[in-house]
């Protein structure tokens, strides 16, 4: 059973940092990130790294947030500096099997106050 377990989320001010974590059970994941969802707004892609390191952000994070997995934990993790009240949103992991396409965390809610 493909099982995604997202921890991390909290509340933090302008400028601080939070580091989110996602475990991933249940099968190989090929690319594995995060995406956020904002009150009315579109979810968006924020971040996603292959199993073999490679790595792409939205342009908003970048320099900001740094992605990295652990292969052997099948886990990913999500480190976030010089947090703006922008970056308020509901964070979801993913991660994606070439068998069975996307799997989906349940979300962690990031709130960062100004």
């Known amino acids: 059973q493909v099982q995604l377990v997202e921890s991390g989320g909290g509340l933090v001010q302008a400028g601080g940092s939070l580091r989110l974590s996602c475990a991933a059970s249940g099968t190989f994941f090929s690319i594995m990130g995060w995406h956020r969802q904002a009150p009315g707004k579109q979810r968006e892609l924020v971040a996603a790294i292959t199993s073999g390191g490679s790595s792409n952000y939205a342009d908003s994070v970048k320099g900001r947030f740094t992605i990295s997995r652990d292969n052997a934990k099948n886990t990913v993790y999500l480190q976030m500096n010089s947090l703006k009240p922008e970056d308020t949103a509901v964070y979801y992991c993913?991660?994606?099997?070439?068998?069975?396409?996307?799997?989906w965390g349940q979300g962690t809610q990031v709130t960062v106050s100004s």
């Open positions: 993913f991660a994606r099997n070439t068998n069975i396409g996307n799997a």
